[in-house]
């Protein structure tokens, strides 16, 4: 079984750029979620698919989209970047969407927004 | 407004001896709390979890305490080993809300 991947692990981008950040999940897990980690802090949660359908969302605006696809892969899509979007961005997968489902995470995308 | 606080920034602690992480949170609505720990340049990973009908759970080396008059958890590693060293985050969900809110982590350093 293969863990939680992502892509890029480093990424530089300019202010009002556009960026897709990719995920791949553990086979079978129907559910990911996207969280924002600043430098510091606790990560944040951005939203959750579940078998392709956004399932939540928390505190960020529009401007941070997502797709999940039928073959465990997602997207995390952030445009206009703004100085404050650099932070790591971490993807998590799981089985379902319960309480006691545990969130299996990648090693995370690295963001500087210059 | 954070909902979920871990006080100590960082914590050092003899190899051997007794890790104590310590986590507050103020929403009464959580009902499941979790543990995960963080080596650099790696995912969080999943430790340990309690629900708020328990107010222990032991796996191992790693027990989880729960108090929910004082709305305070602690997690106690026994025995400290060199390999604990890493970032430990306290999370907590409700069941009204599936979202995972995190504390900011308590980086615990085991010294030899």
């Known amino acids: 079984e293969t863990g939680v991947t992502q892509s890029p692990t480093h990424l530089i981008k300019t202010r009002g750029q556009q960026v897709t950040l990719r995920c791949s999940s553990q086979?079978?897990?129907?559910?990911v979620s996207w969280y924002q980690q600043a430098l510091g802090q606790g990560p944040q949660f951005i939203f959750q698919?579940?078998?392709?359908?956004?399932?939540g969302r928390g505190n960020f605006p529009p401007r941070f989209s997502g797709l999940q696809f039928p073959n465990y892969s997602s997207e995390l899509n952030v445009n206009a970047l703004e100085l404050d979007d650099s932070a790591l961005y971490l993807c998590?997968?799981?089985?379902?969407?319960?309480?006691?489902?545990?969130?299996?995470f990648g090693p995370g995308t690295r963001l500087t927004v210059l | 407004d954070q909902q979920v606080k871990q006080n100590s920034p960082s914590l050092s602690v003899q190899e051997g001896r007794i890790s104590i992480l310590n986590c507050d949170y103020t929403?009464?609505?959580?009902?499941?709390f979790l543990w995960y720990k963080k080596y650099p340049a790696e995912g969080p990973t999943f430790l340990i979890s309690?629900?708020?009908i328990k107010d222990k759970n032991e796996d191992g080396r790693f027990t989880v305490f729960l108090n929910k008059s004082a709305k305070h958890l602690s997690l106690h590693i026994v025995p400290s080993q060199p390999g604990d060293s890493a970032v430990y985050f306290c999370?907590?969900?409700?069941?009204?809300?599936?979202?995972?809110?995190w504390g900011a982590g308590t980086k615990l350093i085991i010294k030899p």
């Open positions: 086979s079978g897990h129907n559910t």
């Open positions: 998590a997968s799981s089985p379902g969407t319960g309480l006691t489902d545990t969130q299996y």
């Open positions: 999370a907590a969900s409700g069941r009204s809300n599936y979202q995972l809110i």
């Open positions: 309690i629900s708020s």
């Open positions: 929403n009464s609505m959580f009902d499941y």
């Open positions: 698919y579940y078998r392709e359908e956004e399932n």
